[in-house]
Nanobody, 122 residues
Framework: VELVQSGGGSVEAGGSLRLSCAASGFTGSKLCMGWFRQAPGKEREGVALIHSTGETTYVDSVKGRFTISKDNAKYTSHLEMNSLKPEDTGMYFC?????????????????WGQGTQVTVSS
């Protein structure tokens, strides 16, 4: 599965950004997609997942501010990020797995997007 990301950029605290991830080369019937981020000097962490069922999972720090969605017809995932905080700054990656439910931990994923920088200034 090839994943191509778009979106991101720089914004002031309280602002909004949108990330998108388009998957190609997928042939199965189950696809969950997720967003992960990595701040300088820190490990990559899971931010949001949308499972094959359409159910979603979020890390506590973004609940109520971020929304993940998926267009099943286009195998595209979007991450709407509102009320952004400086601590949201980092490189954001999308990932995908051909499973019904996927974990929020990044170690089990082998299909990754190229990454996009999100910078939130105070």
């Amino acid at each position: 599965v090839e994943l191509v990301q778009s979106g991101g950029g720089s914004v002031e605290a309280g602002g909004s950004l949108r990330l998108s991830c388009a998957a190609s080369g997928f042939t199965g019937s189950k696809l969950c997609m997720g967003w992960f981020r990595q701040a300088p000097g820190k490990e990559r962490e899971g931010v949001a997942l949308i499972h094959s069922t359409g159910e979603t999972t979020y890390v506590d720090s973004v609940k109520g501010r971020f929304t993940i969605s998926k267009d099943n017809a286009k195998y595209t995932s979007h991450l709407e990020m509102n009320s952004l905080k400086p601590e949201d700054t980092g490189m954001y990656f999308c990932a995908a797995q051909g499973r019904l439910y996927c974990p929020l931990h990044p170690d089990t994923y082998n299909s990754w997007g190229q990454g996009t920088q999100v910078t939130v200034s105070s």
